[in-house]
C-alpha cells in the first residue's frame, strides 16, 4: 500500500470536574493508556500528560500538548463527571476527528470518595456537543472499564482515519461521463461540504500528457513488474508497454496536481473514445493504482470513487468498485449454493466490472481483451482488462452518493463472496447479503443509488456506518440490509 490514507494517532486527554477528585481521572486515566498499550500496542495512542482538563485554561495547554505531539485525532475521556464547557471547546478547537468515553465506577467498595459519576457526565456532554453544532463520535456504550474504552478507542481508529483522510483528500477526475451514464452524475456540492478538493479535467488533457510520456525511460520498469505480477496470466503482453506508460501518466500527474492535499484519488474515463485514441483500455492499471492504495474508479464515478477513499481507509486495504451487475442463474444456485450455504436466491447477485479489481483480490488473473466492447470495436485496442473471479470471502458492499437535489445518502451491507465459479467474464464474483432481494428493492431503487456499489474485504460495517454520521449523513438516510422480521418504510405490508 502507498502512504495515501493518514496514519492515526489518538491524542487522549483526561477531563475533571472541579468538585471531584482530579486523582480519578489521573489515575483512570493512567489505566485506560496501559489497558490499551498491552492489548494493541504505543502506535495509535499519545497520552497527554500536561493537565487534567478542568477548566478553559487547561483547555488550551491540552490542546497545545497533542498538536505539539503530532495528534490527528482525539479521546476526550471522562475520569469522573467532567467540566460540561471546557471539554466541548476542547473538541471544538481540536483540527480532527474527536471521540467521547467515559470511566465505569470500578468496586462497590469505594462508592463513598471513589465515585466519579461519569455515566452522568457523558450526558451533559453530549448535550453542549450539540449546543456547540460539535460533531464527535460516542461510542455505542461509551461508559465502560479501562479495558472497554481501550477497545472503544481501538474501533476509533479506522472511523478517525477515514474522518481526517476525506478532509485532505483531492478526486482527479477526467472526464466526461461516457454517453447514457447519467447514474455517475451527481452535483459536487457534497464533496466541498465534506472539505474534499476537485479538479475536474478532459480526456484532451489526460491524452496530451500521455503523449507526452512517449519513450519514457521507466517504461520497461514497470512493464517487467506487470510481468511479474500476471505471470502465467499475461496473455496480451503486447499491450504491457502502452499500459505501463499509462500508469506512469497517472502517477505523474497526481504527484504535479495534488497540491496542497495530502491524499488524492482518481475517478477515470475509459471508453467510449478512450480505446481508440489510446489504443487500450486502462482497467490493468486501475486495479493496479487501488491495489497501491490509490483508487481509481471506472466511468469518472466522483462519488463511487470517495467511497473506494472511505473503504481503503477504513479497511487499510485494497477495494474494488462493481456493478451490482446479474442475478444469479437460477440452476447455478441449485446446483452450487442451496443446501451448501444459508442464503435464498434473492440473497445472491453477480458483482462485476470489466478488468479493476486488484489481482491480490482475484483467486486467479488473466489480462484479456474487454469482451463488451470487443463486439463493436476491433480487438486489439480492448486490450487491457485483469479478469478473474473474485476470492471467496468476508466484504462489505456500500456507497455514498449526493443526489441529484444534493442530498447526501450512503448504504452499507456486509455479506460475503462465496466460493462458486461464476462461469463469466471479467473481475466477477457471486456475493451473498441477507436479504439482499429487499434491499435491492427498498435502498438502491427505492433511493435511487447508481448501479456501481464499492466493496471493502472484510466486515467493515461497524466502522463505515459511524464514519458515514461523523460527516454528516442523516441516520434515515444511511441504509442497511434489513432483517426479514422488519420492514422498510416503503415496504407493501401484503
Same mark, same amino acid.
Given at each position: 500500500?502507498m502512504?495515501?490514507?493518514?496514519t492515526?494517532?489518538?491524542?487522549?486527554?483526561?477531563?475533571?470536574?472541579?468538585?471531584?477528585?482530579?486523582?480519578?481521572?489521573?489515575?483512570?486515566?493512567?489505566?485506560?493508556?496501559?489497558?490499551?498499550?498491552?492489548?494493541?500496542?504505543?502506535?495509535?495512542?499519545?497520552?497527554?500528560?500536561?493537565?487534567?482538563?478542568?477548566?478553559?485554561?487547561?483547555m488550551?495547554?491540552?490542546?497545545?500538548?497533542?498538536?505539539?505531539?503530532?495528534?490527528?485525532?482525539?479521546?476526550?475521556?471522562?475520569?469522573?463527571?467532567?467540566?460540561?464547557?471546557?471539554?466541548?471547546l476542547?473538541?471544538?478547537?481540536?483540527?480532527?476527528?474527536?471521540?467521547?468515553?467515559?470511566?465505569?465506577e470500578?468496586?462497590?467498595?469505594?462508592?463513598?470518595?471513589?465515585r466519579?459519576?461519569?455515566?452522568?457526565?457523558?450526558?451533559n456532554a453530549?448535550?453542549?456537543?450539540?449546543?456547540?453544532n460539535?460533531?464527535a463520535?460516542?461510542?455505542?456504550?461509551?461508559?465502560?472499564?479501562?479495558?472497554?474504552c481501550?477497545?472503544?478507542?481501538?474501533?476509533?481508529?479506522?472511523?478517525?482515519?477515514?474522518?481526517?483522510?476525506?478532509?485532505?483528500?483531492?478526486?482527479?477526475?477526467?472526464?466526461?461521463?461516457?454517453?447514457?451514464?447519467?447514474?455517475?452524475n451527481?452535483?459536487?456540492?457534497?464533496?466541498?461540504?465534506?472539505?474534499?478538493?476537485?479538479?475536474?479535467?478532459?480526456?484532451?488533457?489526460?491524452?496530451?500528457?500521455?503523449?507526452?510520456?512517449?519513450?519514457?525511460?521507466?517504461i520497461?520498469?514497470?512493464?517487467?513488474?506487470?510481468?511479474?505480477e500476471?505471470?502465467?496470466?499475461?496473455?496480451?503482453?503486447?499491450?504491457?508497454?502502452?499500459?505501463?506508460?499509462?500508469?506512469?501518466?497517472?502517477?505523474?500527474?497526481?504527484?504535479?496536481?495534488?497540491?496542497? /492535499?495530502?491524499?488524492?484519488?482518481?475517478?477515470?474515463?475509459?471508453?467510449?473514445?478512450?480505446?481508440?485514441?489510446?489504443?487500450?483500455?486502462?482497467?490493468?492499471?486501475?486495479? /493496479?493504482l487501488?491495489?497501491?492504495?490509490i483508487?481509481?474508479?471506472?466511468?469518472?464515478?466522483?462519488?463511487?470513487?470517495?467511497?473506494?477513499?472511505?473503504?481503503?481507509?477504513?479497511?487499510q486495504?485494497?477495494v474494488?468498485?462493481?456493478?451490482?451487475?446479474?442475478?444469479?442463474?437460477?440452476?447455478?444456485?441449485?446446483?452450487?449454493?442451496?443446501?451448501?450455504?444459508d442464503?435464498?436466491?434473492?440473497?445472491?447477485?453477480?458483482?462485476?466490472?470489466?478488468?479493476n479489481?486488484c489481482?491480490?483480490?482475484?483467486?486467479?488473473?488473466?489480462?484479456?481483451?474487454?469482451?463488451?466492447?470487443?463486439?463493436?470495436?476491433?480487438?486489439?485496442?480492448?486490450?487491457?482488462?485483469?479478469e478473474?473471479?473474485?476470492?471467496?470471502?468476508e466484504?462489505?458492499?456500500?456507497?455514498?452518493?449526493?443526489?441529484?437535489?444534493?442530498?447526501?445518502?450512503?448504504?452499507?451491507?456486509?455479506?460475503?463472496?462465496?466460493?462458486?465459479?461464476?462461469?463469466?467474464?471479467?473481475s466477477?464474483?457471486?456475493?451473498?447479503?441477507?436479504?439482499?432481494?429487499?434491499?435491492? /428493492?427498498?435502498?438502491l431503487?427505492?433511493?435511487?443509488?447508481?448501479?456501481?456499489?464499492?466493496?471493502?474485504?472484510?466486515?467493515?460495517?461497524?466502522?463505515?456506518?459511524?464514519?458515514?454520521?461523523?460527516?454528516?449523513?442523516?441516520?434515515e438516510?444511511?441504509?442497511?440490509?434489513?432483517?426479514?422480521?422488519?420492514?422498510?418504510?416503503?415496504?407493501?405490508?401484503?
Open positions: 500500500m502512504n495515501n490514507t493518514p492515526v494517532k489518538i491524542g487522549i486527554v483526561a477531563v475533571s470536574r472541579d468538585c471531584f477528585p482530579e486523582s480519578l481521572s489521573v489515575n483512570r486515566r493512567k489505566a485506560l493508556v496501559a489497558a490499551y498499550e498491552k492489548k494493541y500496542g504505543k502506535e495509535d495512542i499519545y497520552e497527554c500528560p500536561v493537565c487534567i482538563v478542568e477548566s478553559e485554561i487547561h488550551v495547554q491540552a490542546l497545545e500538548d497533542v498538536k505539539k505531539a503530532g495528534c490527528n485525532a482525539l479521546c476526550v475521556y471522562l475520569g469522573n463527571f467532567g467540566p460540561e464547557i471546557s471539554e466541548t476542547l473538541a471544538k478547537h481540536f483540527d480532527g476527528p474527536v471521540m467521547f468515553c467515559a470511566a465505569a470500578e468496586s462497590q467498595a469505594d462508592l463513598m470518595d471513589g466519579g459519576d461519569a455515566y452522568c457526565g457523558m450526558l453530549s448535550y453542549n456537543l450539540k449546543l456547540r460539535i460533531k463520535y460516542i461510542p455505542e456504550y461509551p461508559v465502560g472499564t479501562a479495558e472497554e481501550a477497545d472503544m478507542i481501538h474501533e476509533f481508529v479506522p472511523i478517525a482515519c477515514a474522518v481526517d483522510g476525506l478532509k485532505n483528500l483531492k478526486i482527479i477526475s477526467f472526464g466526461p461521463r461516457p454517453l447514457n451514464f447519467l447514474a455517475c451527481a452535483p459536487i456540492k457534497q464533496l466541498y461540504n465534506l472539505g474534499v478538493e476537485i479538479e475536474e479535467n478532459s480526456e484532451l488533457d489526460l491524452f496530451e500528457a500521455y503523449h507526452k510520456h512517449d519513450n519514457d525511460p521507466r520497461p520498469e514497470v512493464v517487467a513488474d506487470m510481468e511479474k500476471l505471470g502465467a496470466g499475461n496473455k496480451k503482453s503486447e499491450v504491457l508497454p502502452k499500459l505501463a506508460q499509462y500508469e506512469l501518466t497517472l502517477l505523474d500527474w497526481v504527484e504535479a496536481h495534488k497540491g496542497y /492535499r495530502k491524499y488524492v484519488a482518481i475517478a477515470g474515463k475509459c471508453w467510449p473514445a478512450f480505446q481508440t485514441q489510446f489504443g487500450f483500455v486502462p482497467c490493468y492499471v486501475n486495479s /493496479r487501488t491495489g497501491r492504495g483508487p481509481v474508479s471506472c466511468e469518472v464515478d466522483i462519488y463511487g470513487v470517495l467511497s473506494e477513499f472511505i473503504g481503503t481507509c477504513v479497511s486495504d485494497a474494488t468498485l462493481l456493478d451490482i451487475n446479474n442475478s444469479v442463474p437460477a440452476d447455478m444456485y441449485q446446483e452450487a449454493i442451496a443446501g451448501k450455504f442464503y435464498t436466491h434473492k440473497d445472491t447477485f453477480m458483482g462485476f466490472h470489466c478488468g479489481t489481482s491480490s483480490k482475484l483467486a486467479a488473473c488473466e489480462m484479456k481483451n474487454q469482451k463488451i466492447m470487443a463486439r463493436s470495436l476491433p480487438e486489439e485496442v480492448t486490450n487491457g482488462t485483469l478473474g473471479d473474485i476470492a471467496p470471502g466484504i462489505t458492499f456500500f456507497r455514498v452518493q449526493s443526489t441529484a437535489d444534493n442530498i447526501l445518502r450512503a448504504y452499507v451491507a456486509e455479506g460475503e463472496v462465496l466460493p462458486v465459479a461464476t462461469k463469466s467474464f471479467g466477477i464474483g457471486v456475493f451473498a447479503i441477507k436479504e439482499m432481494g429487499r434491499f435491492y /428493492r427498498h435502498v431503487i427505492e433511493k435511487n443509488y447508481p448501479h456501481h456499489g464499492a466493496v471493502a474485504f472484510g466486515h467493515h460495517g461497524k466502522a463505515l456506518y459511524e464514519v458515514f454520521k461523523y460527516i454528516g449523513i442523516l441516520p438516510e444511511i441504509g442497511y440490509n434489513q432483517p426479514a422480521h422488519a420492514k422498510y418504510p416503503t415496504e407493501n405490508p401484503f
